[in-house]
């Protein structure tokens, strides 16, 4: 039972580099989301989606753009890399019924150089 | 939005003594989790207790929502319990997000 599965762990990428961060879920869940974790403070949310199709902004929308084109996986991108992006990357899922947690991935190191 | 608020910001224990992390929060809310962060950074889920008193092992917590706090509780510290504890919390109606406070930083010395 994987849960919440994130791709890759670690990147390195440089200043205007783009990329896609992969979040896979096997738990049928029709809510996921996209945190981001900086040096001492907890997590912030960036994007998230309620079903398949669908994506709304979070706390801290700005750089970044997401999709959830299979109900099973939420990408997170950002077309140009910059040094302030530099982060521990979240994702979680949860069903959406009333009163259940949310189930969160491994995370995914990032550095922009 | 809505604010939380965790104390004491750290904690140095000795190995075998008790402790309280306390998460003050600024809005009703119908979900409440608990979170140890290992040092490897993976976030391992505690509890999830958006109301009562919920034990595991050395672990225990208790939420009153009507006064808008939440305490953890860990007994007999050992040094893998040292970390960082968040507590998460969502408003009703809200997609399920959840804000996180700053966390608990826990060293617990041998």
């Known amino acids: 039972n994987a849960g919440v599965t994130q791709t890759p762990k670690f990147r390195v990428l440089k200043t205007g580099q783009s990329m896609t961060l992969l979040c896979a879920q096997d738990m049928n869940h029709e809510y996921m989301y996209w945190y981001r974790q900086d040096p001492g403070m907890g997590l912030r949310l960036i994007h998230y989606s309620v079903g398949e199709g669908t994506t709304a902004k979070g706390e801290v929308p700005d750089g970044y753009n997401v999709s959830r084109l299979k109900k099973q996986n939420f990408l997170l991108g950002l077309e140009s890399a910059a040094p302030s992006q530099t982060s521990v990357y979240f994702c979680?899922?949860?069903?959406?019924?009333?009163?259940?947690?949310?189930?969160f991935g491994d995370g995914t190191r990032l550095s922009i150089l | 939005g809505i604010q939380v608020e965790q104390s004491p910001p750290d904690l140095i224990l000795q190995e075998g003594a008790n402790s309280t992390l306390r998460c003050n929060f600024s809005?009703?809310?119908?979900?409440l989790q608990w979170f140890h962060q290992n040092p490897w950074g993976q976030l391992i889920n505690l509890f999830y207790i958006p109301s009562g008193t919920k034990q595991n092992g050395r672990l225990s917590a208790t939420t009153v929502a009507t006064e808008r706090y939440s305490l953890l509780y860990i007994s007999s510290s050992q040094t893998t319990d040292s970390g960082v504890y968040f507590c998460?919390?969502?408003?009703?109606?809200?997609?399920?997000?959840?804000?996180f406070g700053d966390g608990t930083t826990l060293t617990v010395k041998p």
């Open positions: 809005d009703s809310v119908n979900n």
């Open positions: 998460a919390v969502g408003l009703p109606f809200n997609a399920g997000k959840s804000t």
């Open positions: 979680a899922s949860s069903s959406g019924r009333y009163n259940q947690p949310q189930h």
